[in-house]
């Protein structure tokens, strides 16, 4: 869909986790990337740790779209425009990735799923702790 303009070391399975966030986020008719699109792409990565650690407390596709309905409601989808990452959401992806680092590990979606986790104020992060 779109090429993030990230750090040169970004993952290709990064870079295909946000193709996927944006591609809800445009699905929803929203205009931002925001932590709770990320969440619901990690169930576009069927058997990823990620996902199981969702599923394993609860949390479903099914339940999370429909919370993020409720929060954040639903627009028309804008044929052409692309939704961009917020603030919050790339603060999440670059934590995600400097943990990856300072480990000297490859970069997974599970650090993403912690760092929204520890950011206790998004609307993706409260989405879990009401779900799970």
């Known amino acids: 869909m779109t090429r993030w303009a990230?750090?040169?070391?970004?993952?290709?399975?990064?870079?295909?986790?946000?193709?996927?966030?944006?591609?809800?986020?445009?699905?929803l008719g929203h205009q931002m990337v925001c932590p709770e699109h990320l969440l619901l792409a990690f169930f576009d990565l069927p058997g990823d740790e990620s996902e199981r650690c969702l599923v394993a407390q609860g949390i479903t596709a099914e339940r999370l779209?429909?919370?993020?309905?409720?929060?954040?409601?639903?627009?028309?989808e804008k044929d052409g425009l692309l939704p961009c990452m917020t603030l919050r959401a790339l603060g999440a992806?670059?934590?995600?990735e400097d943990t990856a680092s300072l480990h000297r590990r490859p970069w997974s979606p599970l650090y993403l799923l912690w760092s929204i986790v520890q950011d206790g104020d998004s609307d993706g992060s409260s989405m879990l702790r009401v779900l799970g």
């Open 6 to 27: 990230l750090s040169q070391n970004t993952s290709p399975e990064l870079t295909a986790l946000l193709d996927k966030a944006l591609a809800r986020a445009g699905k």
């Open 93 to 96: 992806v670059r934590l995600s």
């Open 65 to 76: 779209e429909e919370k993020v309905r409720e929060t954040v409601g639903v627009a028309a």
